[in-house]
């Protein structure tokens, strides 16, 4: 228990002394005394770990939002997210009626190779029994080191005795770029995730595999960010050598301008960007870049702006303390950050949802302050995060309570994974490949039917004027995921975009009118 607190108390020796001032004395004293009396005089023992942590919390509560502890577990997860792969057998799944699932496998991985298929039932891992695990508990007994081996007891359909497989981990790559297709001849689409270690050279790959299109829409919807390299690395592939992307100021850290370091690979092409108010952090930092150089259109939705700088900082039990310090600043000097009230987190998130009420967009603008773009001088605004050029505002009709609850209490879920479960086998026969399927399925009517019966079963009471609403979403949806399963995640962003997705809309309009009137990008105005 005494580590815990030494642990705790090294985060301030490695800071610069400087740093120190003769004030902070006093409160480190307070703390370290409180600690003392809990382990010392306290009714209970009381494992203090978790006390710690807590005061660590509690502690960078007071800051700005976006300060943070992650635990051990936590930073895990955020090492294997960031470094684009992890240790493991090469699954995807799901948790049906209890039971392990197998969704698909990952080409070239451990499972594919040792021949486990989508559909089969993971019953054993080693000596355990998985029927009962949850889906959160089901990769701390699949992955692990790379070369280690695990035992597994598959049930497959029409196959009576169960089967057993003995598989060896390997490394397996977590992409960061969900989707790329040509929408037509001349125009391309790329969804980008999130920023890691791998986003640059897997971007690379994708828009190779297009044939470098005339036309590309880069959709950074829901992208939370990320490495800041990467980022760099993405805004450069647009511009030119030397440019600024973006710059950094803080009170303890010199300002730094950082530049693109070669010639972009695409610096004349048409260009699309699309945001939303879940794009943040780096993919602010490419929006904005993009932007004030009028390299490409912005399309979508107001930003989440996060311009805050976290340095990660470890502590010796592998958790770590995430501090701001620092700002991001675009190119023409807009601050991306949104303002905060320190300590006030739940404001902040609040304020953050009434950014994107219709009724306050043109009050939001009229009070922001204006900049310039570097290349034409159009008007772009500021305070907080990165305003679109065109506005596109998220279609709400098609949703409902009624779709809600079929969707929050898990009912939707399970229903796409039995009916996918029982029917890939029968849709594969009937469609060789993406093109067939997109033309000639039609999610039925006695399927939705089958969905409301078990909506009704697990208590969501059928809705009539909210099923009518949703009836467009729950039919592409169904569809999507009936595609994504058969032929890939390509394929399920080609049946959701033209159907859900307005500002993906918009994108391949602008791009389609540019091209009719030959209109180079760097000449294009909004």
Known sequence: MRRTILSFLSLFAVLPLAAQQPDDAEPLQKFAR???????????????????????????????????????????????????????????????????VVVNTVPGGPAERAGLRANDRI??????????????DVPKYLRGRRGTKVAVGVLRRGVPELLHFTLV????????????????????????NRFGHTTLTEFREAYRRLGRPEGLILDLQGNGGGLLDEAIGLAGFFLPRGVVVVSTEGRAVPATDFETQSPGEDLRGRLVVLIDESSASGSEVVAGAIQDW????????????KGLVQRQIPLPDGSA???????????????????????????????????????????????????????????????????????????????????????????????????????????????????????????????LEALKEEGARRGVAFDAAGYAASGTILRTQLKALAAQRLFGSDAYYRIVNPQLNGAYVEAVAVLNDWKRRGVPLLEAKN
């Open 321 to 447: 303390v995430r501090l701001t310090v620092a700002r991001y600043h675009t190119p023409s000097g807009r601050v991306i950050q949104r303002p905060y009230e320190k300590g006030n987190r739940r404001e902040y998130y609040l304020d953050h949802l009434r950014r994107y009420d219709d009724r306050l967009r043109d009050s939001l603008d009229a009070g922001a302050p204006a900049y310039r773009t570097l290349r034409t001088g159009r008007t772009v605004y500021g305070g907080g995060g990165i305003r679109p050029d065109v506005l596109v505002a998220p279609d709400t009709a098609g949703y409902s309570d009624y779709c809600a609850r079929l969707v929050r209490e898990g009912v939707f879920s399970d229903f796409v994974n039995d009916w996918l479960d029982r029917s890939r086998d029968s849709l594969m026969r009937a469609y060789a490949d993406f093109s067939a399927f997109e033309s000639g399925f039609d999610v039925s009517d006695t399927l």
């Open 169 to 192: 981990r390997d490394r397996i790559p977590i992409h960061t770029v969900d989707a790329a297709y040509r929408i037509s001849d001349s125009v391309g689409y790329i969804k980008v």
């Open 123 to 136: 019953v054993r891992i080693d000596t355990l029994d998985a029927v009962g695990l949850s889906r959160a």
């Open 294 to 305: 009028d390299r490409g259109v912005i399309i979508g939705r107001p930003s989440f702006g």
């Open 34 to 100: 409180v600690y003392r009396y809990l382990t010392e005089l306290y009714v209970d023992e009381e494992p203090m770990a978790p006390v710690i942590e807590g005061a660590i919390v509690g502690m960078l509560e007071r800051l700005d939002p976006h300060s943070a502890y992650l635990s051990a577990e936590e930073m895990r997860g955020v090492r294997e997210s960031l470094d684009g792969e992890f240790s493991g057998i090469g699954v995807e799944f799901n948790v049906l009626h209890d039971t392990v």
